[in-house]
């Protein structure tokens, strides 16, 4: 069946009866892509954020902690994991979105280098509370580049709704400055 979707002054011509319109962004875990032609921003479902392996240490009390400050706040907040390969910074971030999902707020990884400006954008059109997963920011937001600075608006909360920012990194000291001790930006560092 051929559906023809108008936006504005466009409309698109689809060959597909997968098609559905939704007011709220379905429960799910997703992945940021950019279109190759167009370069508009999208999600893709992914199911990378499962963790089925024996929790050890104090994950689960962080996991507690994060969720519920979160739904505490009436504003964004932002969780650095800072520490070597194999610290557990992966896990607890599997482990929140995990809760998350469990909570009814959807999830969604960046895990490519995609201007701050565009992320902006982006997220302000996303009217549902969401947690968004980066890790190894420092790799994928370079600071010699001076992109990780272009990120700092996002941190800052200038949506009408909640997003959970949770950044993982290996090297603690190629994370911006303005971003470490700002509990408008940073709420928890977690070593």
Known sequence: MTIYLK?????????????????????????IQKHPITEEL??????????EGKVYGSAESRVDRIMNTFNDRETSMGVLLSGEKGSGKSTLMRLVVMEGLKQGIPSIIINAGINAGELTQFFAKIQDNVIVILDEFEKV????EGQQEGFLPLLDGMFSSKKLFILGANDRWSINDFMINRPGRIYYHFK
């Open 7 to 31: 936006a504005g002054g466009n409309i698109s011509i689809r060959n597909d009866d997968s098609l559905s319109v939704s007011k709220k962004l379905p429960l799910n875990t997703y992945i």
């Open 141 to 144: 937001f370079n600071p010699r």
């Open 42 to 51: 999208y999600l893709e479902t992914t199911n990378t954020m499962k963790y």
